[in-house]
C-alpha cells in the first residue's frame, strides 16, 4: 500500500491543523493505521491509531484530549484532527499502515510496514 501525507503547514501556538493520508494499492480496510511524529534531533514517536474498523483509537499522552484520529474506509483516508496546537508539536508528521498489528504494538513504529513521505507542521509561539 502507499500512503501520501498532506495537510501539514504552518499555525499560531493555540490553533488547529487537519492533517490527512491517503492510501492507494491494497485494501484500506484490512490496514490499522498510525500517526507518528519525528522532530528535528529526536526519535520517532507515536502520535495516534486506529483499527482497521476505526472502533478502537489510540493516543499518546501528549496529544490525548488534544487530537482526533479518524479514517474513512469508503474514501482510503486517515485523518489526524489537532486543536490547541503548542509549539512542542512541531515535527514532521507521517501516517503508518500495518496488516497485522497488535492492539497493545500501535505505538511501536516497528510495528508498522508501509510508510508516508511525511508532512511538515510547524507550530509559532
Known amino acids: 500500500v502507499q500512503l501520501q501525507a498532506s495537510g501539514g503547514g504552518l499555525v499560531q501556538a493555540g490553533g488547529s491543523l487537519g492533517l490527512s493520508c491517503a492510501a492507494s494499492g491494497g485494501t484500506f480496510s484490512m490496514y490499522a493505521m498510525g500517526w507518528f511524529r519525528q522532530a528535528p534531533g529526536k526519535e520517532r514517536e507515536f502520535v495516534a491509531g486506529?483499527?482497521?474498523?476505526?472502533?478502537?483509537?489510540y493516543y499518546a499522552d501528549s496529544v490525548k484530549g488534544r487530537s482526533t484520529i479518524s479514517r474513512d474506509n469508503a474514501k482510503n483516508t486517515v485523518f489526524l484532527q489537532m486543536n490547541s496546537l503548542k509549539p512542542e508539536d512541531t515535527a514532521v508528521y507521517y501516517c503508518a499502515a500495518d496488516r497485522t498489528i497488535g492492539y497493545t504494538n500501535y505505538a511501536s513504529f516497528t510495528e508498522y510496514d508501509y510508510w508516508g513521505q511525511g508532512t511538515q507542521v510547524t507550530v509559532s509561539s
Open positions: 486506529i483499527s482497521r474498523n476505526g472502533a478502537r483509537t
